[in-house]
């Protein structure tokens, strides 16, 4: 017989996300619509304006064998120097008046690095993060593998309700607030819900921080994933442009969902302080995310391309968003008590069904979705499960993404089907020709 294998601590308070059992299905039927997965659009990924690019590089004698030596651990630097511009340009700003620059960025491979390593370099067991109810579950499996205490706020079409923020703040004692490191903010079309962190609300919240960061400072982790794929509406300035002596807020943003996860990158923008602890861990991890990805991902920048696949994408998206928004209203009448937030850009729509049916794993609505062929998120695992309150199970993630306009369509309509099973909802029409 074997001897036993000892796993370390953090390994052992690794898990498995439960999402993945239901992601095997997906992959092993093909038959599932799954508007589950928060995968991109396939159809629309850019593969002709990436072989130009490469080809541009590869074909620059110099470039083509630069960017396929090692980089450096920040990242290139004329990519971050222009990152950061184009930040602050999104927010109306000179990098200057932020005090920022291309030392206080960098690249990582993709945004869940970023959460990762920020995680790494500020928690330590016992402390205490503060996240939405609900927020990115993967972030979640991060958090308890770091052995961190959390507390969740309320999140509505608004976004986290600051108020519900404040009102924690208040509540916790001395000895909390001292290991209270982090408040994690999705502000731009989130994940779940699809809501956006209202003007007054980013206000409010870096009010908070300040007043509350005393003894010592509490960080906002600002992951601004989806904040390019805006349909409708206007942008709104980043948290971190409220934070002019570059302190308070890491931003995190990812070319997973406007450009192609395959790339593997993301970037931070970092207060001082944070940026060689950041490094001394991602030397560590990788010492450097892929220079090939980046120096095309320069390329794709600087000549254009990337503005003008974005554009090209937010009208795919768009689109798609409308589909499946159209098909909710089709397939659950307003007596249905099936209600679901409108979002303004990224890939969720957010669907609360009556209190009494259960979305998750052990209710009626998965099977009776599995076996009419259609997969979602349930709700209840993008909650924190030692939230104080009862974790919420009527709600449901679904991704507009991946599924074609017709697998957007049908996939609702057998969505509507398993819930006219389990209820039996008698307004409701589920017939297959419709
Ligand atoms: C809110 C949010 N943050 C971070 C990520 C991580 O993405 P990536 O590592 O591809 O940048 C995702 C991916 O779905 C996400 O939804």
């Not at 906002?220 to 300035?237: C, I, K, N, Q």
């Not at 969505?415 to 039996?424: E, I, K, P």
Request: net charge negative; aromatic share 8%.
């Amino acid at each position: 017989m074997r001897s036993p294998l000892y796993l370390s601590q953090k390994s052992r308070r690794t898990h498995d996300q439960p999402i993945s059992y239901f992601m095997q299905q997906a992959v092993e039927n093909p038959n599932l619509i799954s508007l589950a997965a928060g995968l991109v659009d396939a159809e629309s990924l850019p593969a002709e304006e990436v072989a130009q690019a490469a080809e541009a590089v590869l074909r620059d004698p110099v470039r083509g064998k630069t960017a396929l030596q090692y980089g450096t651990t920040q990242g290139l630097a004329p990519l971050r120097d222009l990152l950061v511009r184009r930040l602050a340009e999104a927010d109306g700003i000179e990098p200057t008046a932020l005090r920022l620059s291309a030392d206080d960025c960098i690249i990582t491979t993709g945004s869940q690095q970023v959460l990762y390593l920020v995680s790494e370099a500020l928690l330590d067991p016992g402390d205490i993060v503060i996240t939405g109810a609900p927020s990115y579950f993967v972030y979640h499996g991060t958090l308890k593998s770091m052995g961190v205490r959390t507390y969740a706020v309320p999140c509505d079409a608004d976004g986290m309700d600051t108020h519900a923020l404040a009102a924690l703040l208040r509540r916790l004692n001395r000895r909390e607030l001292a290991r209270l490191r982090l408040i994690y903010v999705v502000d731009y079309f989130d994940n779940p819900t699809g809501s956006t962190l209202s003007l007054p609300r980013r206000e409010h919240l870096m009010e908070l921080v300040r007043r509350y960061s005393q003894e010592h400072r509490i960080l906002v982790l600002e992951d601004s994933a989806y904040r390019e794929l805006r349909y409708d509406g206007p942008d709104l300035p980043s948290l971190k442009s409220f934070d002019p002596d570059n302190e308070f807020v890491v931003l995190t943003q990812t070319f997973s969902k406007p450009l192609a996860p395959g790339f593997r990158i993301g970037y931070a923008v970092v207060p001082g302080e944070l940026r060689d602890p950041l490094l001394r861990l991602k030397g560590n991890h990788d010492f450097g995310s892929s220079n090939f990805s980046q120096h095309l991902l320069l390329h794709l920048l600087t000549s254009g391309a990337y503005d003008r696949h974005v554009e090209r994408l937010r009208d795919v998206y768009r689109r798609k968003r409308d589909v499946i928004l159209a098909a909710l209203k089709e397939h659950f009448p307003a007596d249905c008590g099936v209600t679901w937030l409108r979002p303004n850009g990224g890939l969720y729509v957010w669907v609360s069904f009556p209190h009494e049916v259960d979305t998750g794993p052990q209710g009626r609505l998965l099977q009776a979705a599995l076996e009419a062929g259609v997969l979602y998120v349930p709700g209840a695992f993008c909650y924190l499960d030692d939230l104080a309150e009862r974790v919420p199970s009527h709600e449901a993630r679904l991704c507009y993404g991946v599924a074609s306009e017709a697998a957007l369509r049908e996939g609702v309509r057998r969505l509507a089907s398993a819930y006219h099973q389990v209820t039996a909802c008698p307004e409701l029409t589920v017939s297959a020709s419709r």
